[in-house]
């Protein structure tokens, strides 16, 4: 064998070789870019924004989630758990997550489906697979897929995999991202990116670290970044009262998105309770964030704000 041949056959290795933790495959999404589209959801995520309504996206690792209400308390669970990390507290099912390998065991004899290990590893072409399905509904529609989490730019060889393959295929991307990584790692996937949804939360630093526990200076600088590299993005506001409704923040970040050039459209997602049962299923322990949903006068004036600005809003994805 060649160089050549060799290199060919070490690339063919890689890409074999690459695969990415994926927390669920959603089909028929019509929120999360045009047209309709599958979300693939990749598990890990830099942030601890405690609002997160997909908290199952935060770890890397899988996780066991435990649904309460299909519990029929039998025991079987505990009793194929050959580490012992089950056992039961007044009607509730505890597992010991330092002993808890995620080996699922304990969900393949659950009959009601009360306990699913979260997270699976999987190659390109299986999600390849998932998306050609659908491909008949993109074209109808305008649509595509949606790599999503979670953080996707966390586990950047598959991204830049599949980005390709899609590319080749024909099908729409867009990417779902905080925007909080290294920029040449944007760059390096950007040209095969058709769109982005670039997620901006707080303007003001302290307060951006207090509550996701990283600055935003990167994640500012780098969709200024995108803007300037002529890639197409759409800011996507999680709108959280007390935290970021008010008038300072939701001004800077108008501004700020109106000095970009590529980026005229920011959406509105007002928070919503879904992450609170997720966060219980999951066993979080620690206070677990609760909040209420914006109301519609608080959210036609942020969207009346953010309008004066020039930009065009919507509310919902
Ligand atoms: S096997 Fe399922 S239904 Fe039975 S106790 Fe365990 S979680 Fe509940
Ligand atoms: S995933 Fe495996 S180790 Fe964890 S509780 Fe279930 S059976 Fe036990």
């Given at each position: 064998?060649?160089?050549?041949?060799?290199?060919?056959?070490?690339?063919?290795?890689?890409?074999?070789?690459?695969?990415?933790?994926?927390?669920?495959?959603?089909?028929?999404?019509?929120?999360?870019?045009?047209?309709?589209?599958?979300?693939?959801?990749?598990?890990?995520?830099?942030?601890?924004?405690?609002?997160?309504?997909?908290?199952?996206?935060?770890?890397?690792?899988?996780?066991l989630?435990w649904?309460?209400?299909r519990c029929l308390a039998c025991g079987d669970c505990s009793e194929a758990c050959s580490?012992e990390a089950i056992s039961f507290?007044?009607?509730?099912l505890?597992v010991?997550?330092?002993?808890?390998?995620?080996?699922g065991e304990c969900a393949a004899v659950c009959c009601s489906h009360a306990l699913q290990?979260?997270?699976?590893?999987?190659?390109?072409?299986?999600?390849?697979?998932?998306?050609?399905?659908?491909?008949?509904?993109?074209?109808?529609?305008?649509?595509?897929?949606?790599?999503?989490?979670?953080?996707?730019?966390?586990?950047?060889?598959?991204?830049?995999?599949?980005?390709?393959?899609?590319?080749?295929?024909?099908?729409?991307?867009?990417?779902?991202?905080?925007?909080?990584?290294?920029?040449?790692?944007?760059?390096?996937?950007?040209?095969?990116?058709?769109?982005?949804?670039?997620?901006?939360?707080?303007?003001?630093?302290?307060?951006?670290?207090?509550?996701?526990?990283?600055?935003?200076?990167?994640?500012?600088?780098?969709?200024?970044?995108?803007?300037?590299?002529?890639?197409?993005?759409?800011?996507?506001?999680?709108?959280?009262?007390?935290?970021?409704?008010?008038?300072?923040?939701?001004?800077?970040?108008?501004?700020?998105?109106?000095?970009?050039?590529?980026?005229?459209?920011?959406?509105?997602?007002?928070?919503?309770?879904?992450?609170?049962?997720?966060?219980?299923?999951?066993?979080?322990?620690?206070?677990?964030?609760?909040?209420?949903?914006?109301?519609?006068?608080?959210?036609?004036?942020?969207?009346?704000?953010?309008?004066?600005?020039?930009?065009?809003?919507?509310?919902?994805?």
């Amino acid at each position: 064998m060649g160089p050549t041949e060799n290199r060919r056959s070490l690339r063919n290795q890689e890409r074999v070789a690459t695969s990415a933790m994926i927390f669920d495959i959603k089909r028929y999404a019509i929120h999360d870019g045009p047209g309709i589209r599958t979300t693939v959801f990749f598990k890990g995520c830099p942030l601890a924004c405690p609002w997160c309504h997909n908290p199952e996206g935060v770890s890397h690792e899988p996780q066991l989630m435990w649904w309460r209400r299909r519990c029929l308390a039998c025991g079987d669970c505990s009793e194929a758990c050959s580490e012992e990390a089950i056992s039961f507290a007044e009607g509730d099912l505890e597992v010991d997550r330092a002993r808890c390998t995620k080996c699922g065991e304990c969900a393949a004899v659950c009959c009601s489906h009360a306990l699913q290990v979260i997270g699976r590893t999987m190659t390109p072409g299986q999600v390849m697979e998932v998306l050609e399905k659908d491909r008949v509904f993109y074209e109808e529609s305008g649509g595509g897929v949606t790599f999503s989490g979670g953080e996707p730019l966390m586990q950047q060889e598959f991204l830049h995999d599949i980005l390709r393959t899609c590319r080749q295929h024909g099908i729409h991307t867009v990417v779902d991202t905080s925007g909080y990584t290294e920029p040449d790692t944007l760059l390096r996937v950007s040209d095969d990116v058709d769109m982005f949804l670039y997620d901006l939360k707080i303007m003001n630093d302290d307060a951006h670290k207090k509550y996701t526990g990283v600055s935003n200076e990167s994640i500012l600088e780098n969709l200024r970044l995108l803007s300037e590299h002529g890639s197409e993005a759409v800011v996507r506001l999680s709108l959280i009262p007390n935290v970021n409704d008010d008038v300072g923040n939701i001004g800077e970040l108008g501004a700020f998105v109106a000095s970009l050039k590529n980026v005229g459209a920011v959406h509105i997602l007002p928070y919503h309770r879904a992450g609170i049962s997720k966060a219980k299923r999951l066993g979080e322990s620690g206070e677990i964030f609760e909040n209420v949903p914006p109301s519609s006068d608080i959210l036609s004036s942020v969207e009346n704000r953010l309008r004066g600005f020039g930009l065009e809003v919507r509310v919902g994805g």
